[in-house]
């Protein structure tokens, strides 16, 4: 029975080629009345980390159902899968190496194929750099359509998906060890230390030397200085009051920070 579920997109393509609208003109091929989601297709080249975490904090706020494709593909024409999973939320359709482990982290798989049928495919045979156009688009056009997971390829074992290896937070003598998981387009800085971490505690966070005091929005500090927050994702973030953590403390991806508890909340 034909459906017309809504398609995402993610990817590292940018916006000044041409190869996001070719994706939605290979998808409006195969049925022009899908409603298709641009998710961002502004993830830094490459970056699975910054993918996962995308995916992550977007797809629970879509219909079940919704097939999201995404496309940060490193491996791209190597022997790493092309992979389609069913997942309570709907469906992932993209590379197999650990661009979806974050959502499955939270809603675990219950199904998926490797995408061998060429009859959901493009063409038969795919260029082998633009598996987003030539394979990813139109199988999931196909999936919103109603095909059933299984016609678009063989069964995979679902504890065979590759997961991305991200450190969790952790412990310390004075808090919680973790690290910038994230960075916005503001140059907010988001950890990877939950909010259930530090509710109902007093507590700061520490970055190298610098301390930063805690608030409940962006504007509970001075234009220009630092605060530490619950992000609307529901992780510890650092942010500037009109301005950019990242530059002001001069961190990257993956940098270290430190949630620092109050004496009397450390046991």
Same mark, same amino acid.
Request: proline share 6%; net charge negative; glycine share 10%.
């Given at each position: 029975?034909?459906?017309?579920?809504?398609?995402?997109?993610?990817?590292?393509?940018?916006?000044?080629?041409?190869?996001?609208?070719?994706?939605?003109?290979?998808?409006?091929?195969?049925?022009?009345?899908?409603?298709?989601?641009?998710?961002?297709?502004?993830?830094?080249?490459?970056?699975?980390?910054?993918?996962?975490?995308?995916?992550?904090?977007?797809?629970?706020?879509?219909?079940?159902?919704?097939?999201?494709?995404?496309?940060?593909?490193?491996?791209?024409?190597?022997?790493?899968?092309?992979?389609?999973?069913?997942?309570?939320?709907?469906?992932?359709?993209?590379?197999? #190496?650990?661009?979806?482990?974050?959502?499955?982290?939270?809603?675990?798989?219950?199904?998926?194929?490797?995408?061998?049928?060429t009859a959901?495919?493009?063409?038969?045979?795919?260029?082998?750099?633009?598996?987003?156009?030539?394979?990813?688009?139109?199988?999931?056009?196909?999936?919103?359509?109603?095909?059933?997971?299984?016609?678009?390829?063989e069964r995979?074992?679902?504890?065979?998906?590759?997961?991305?290896?991200?450190?969790?937070?952790?412990p310390t #003598?004075?808090?919680?060890?973790?690290?910038?998981?994230?960075?916005?387009?503001?140059?907010?800085?988001?950890? #990877?230390?939950?909010?259930?971490?530090?509710?109902?505690?007093?507590?700061?966070?520490?970055?190298?030397?610098?301390?930063?005091?805690?608030?409940?929005?962006?504007?509970?500090?001075?234009?220009?200085?630092?605060?530490?927050?619950?992000?609307?994702?529901?992780?510890?973030?650092?942010?500037?009051?009109?301005?950019?953590?990242?530059?002001?403390?001069?961190?990257?991806?993956?940098?270290?920070?430190?949630?620092?508890?109050?004496?009397? #909340?450390?046991?």
């Open positions: 029975m034909s459906q017309n579920r809504i398609v995402t997109l993610l990817s590292d393509f940018g916006l000044q080629d041409v190869y996001v609208g070719v994706m939605k003109g290979v998808i409006a091929t195969i049925n022009p009345q899908l409603q298709v989601v641009d998710l961002t297709h502004q993830i830094p080249p490459q970056s699975l980390a910054a993918g996962r975490f995308s995916l992550l904090n977007a797809c629970p706020y879509f219909p079940t159902g919704t097939v999201h494709v995404g496309v940060v593909d490193p491996g791209v024409g190597s022997q790493r899968r092309c992979v389609a999973v069913a997942f309570p939320g709907g469906f992932l359709v993209g590379p197999d #190496n650990g661009l979806f482990s974050g959502i499955l982290s939270l809603s675990p798989a219950v199904a998926a194929v490797e995408l061998t049928n959901y495919w493009r063409v038969p045979h795919p260029s082998a750099t633009f598996h987003g156009r030539d394979i990813f688009s139109p199988v999931a056009a196909h999936l919103a359509k109603g095909v059933a997971l299984e016609a678009l390829g995979i074992d679902v504890e065979s998906l590759v997961k991305l290896p991200i450190p969790e937070s952790h #003598n004075v808090g919680i060890a973790g690290y910038i998981q994230y960075i916005d387009y503001f140059g907010n800085l988001v950890t #990877n230390i939950p909010a259930e971490a530090v509710a109902g505690k007093t507590w700061s966070v520490a970055v190298g030397n610098v301390v930063i005091p805690v608030g409940q929005t962006y504007s509970d500090t001075q234009t220009g200085e630092l605060v530490a927050l619950i992000g609307s994702h529901g992780w510890v973030e650092i942010a500037v009051n009109c301005g950019s953590a990242q530059s002001q403390l001069q961190v990257d991806w993956g940098g270290s920070v430190e949630v620092v508890l109050s004496k009397t #909340n450390v046991k």
